[in-house]
């Protein structure tokens, strides 16, 4: 079992649309989660972190944490054709009880948005 | 500077070379991270620093890779007698804490082994 799984794409929604990702994590120790949204090409850019259960909301965009089910989301809301990206899903491990950040990233899912 | 800054932006070599790969990160930021993405591996942990120390280096695949951080500021990465498998998109990133705070990554620098 991977230690984070990401929903296999590629994801295609209309524009307007909701657009939904998700992603499940392994180790019950985590404590942080964030995603990264990746155009072709260039390197991550932060969108979302969350650290406790239940909803983060920033703009258009949700974060959704279930620490019991090890459960991360990420929804997209009134999806544009820009938001048309890879989205990487990322935990932060401890290491021997002392975390310092280090993120195991999950394969990420293509998501587009089609006008 | 605003962001964090990576050279070269690309870097084409043969199989046997040396490469270094240079890392600024956010002005103030005490954590240091190398990733690595390529293309069958997705993106992977190389080594953290916090300061100048590395108190995690297990993800350097190889004795052949190495990193260092001065100054508590610019980090080095370098891979010697370079091999193919080598070829991949080299991330840093830099938090202003170690722990779980957020971490913005630099634009990588795309290295090819001939």
């Known amino acids: 079992q991977k230690e984070v799984e990401q929903n296999s794409g590629p994801l295609s929604v209309p524009e307007g649309a909701i657009a939904s990702l998700n992603c499940t994590y392994s180790?019950?120790?985590?404590?942080?989660f964030f995603w990264y949204r990746q155009y072709s090409g260039k390197s991550p850019e932060l969108i979302m972190f969350?650290?406790?259960?239940g909803d983060k909301e920033d703009g258009r965009f949700t974060a959704q944490l279930n620490k019991a089910s090890q459960y991360v989301s990420l929804l997209i809301r009134d999806s544009q054709p820009s938001d048309s990206a890879t989205y990487l899903c990322?935990?932060?491990?401890?290491?021997?009880?002392?975390?310092?950040?280090?993120?195991?990233f999950g394969q990420g899912t293509i998501l587009t948005v089609h006008p | 500077g605003a962001g964090v800054s990576q050279s070269p932006s690309n870097k084409v070599t043969e199989k046997g070379k040396d490469v270094e790969l240079r890392c600024d990160p956010i002005?103030?930021?005490?954590?240091l991270y190398w990733y690595r993405q390529s293309l069958g591996q997705g993106l992977e942990f190389l080594i953290y620093?916090?300061?100048?120390?590395?108190?995690?280096k297990s993800g350097l695949p190889s004795d052949r890779f190495s990193a260092e951080r001065t100054g508590g500021s610019v980090s080095t990465l370098t891979i010697q007698r370079t091999q193919q498998e080598d070829s991949a998109v080299y991330l840093c990133?830099?938090?202003?804490?170690?722990?779980?705070?957020?971490?913005?990554f630099g634009d990588g620098t795309r290295l090819s082994i001939l």
């Open positions: 990133a830099s938090s202003e804490v170690p722990g779980n705070q957020p971490q913005h």
């Open positions: 180790d019950r120790g985590s404590q942080s």
């Open positions: 969350i650290y406790s259960n």
């Open positions: 990322a935990v932060s491990q401890n290491a021997g009880g002392t975390s310092y950040g280090k993120l195991t």
């Open positions: 002005s103030g930021h005490t954590a």
């Open positions: 620093f916090q300061g100048n120390s590395a108190p995690d």
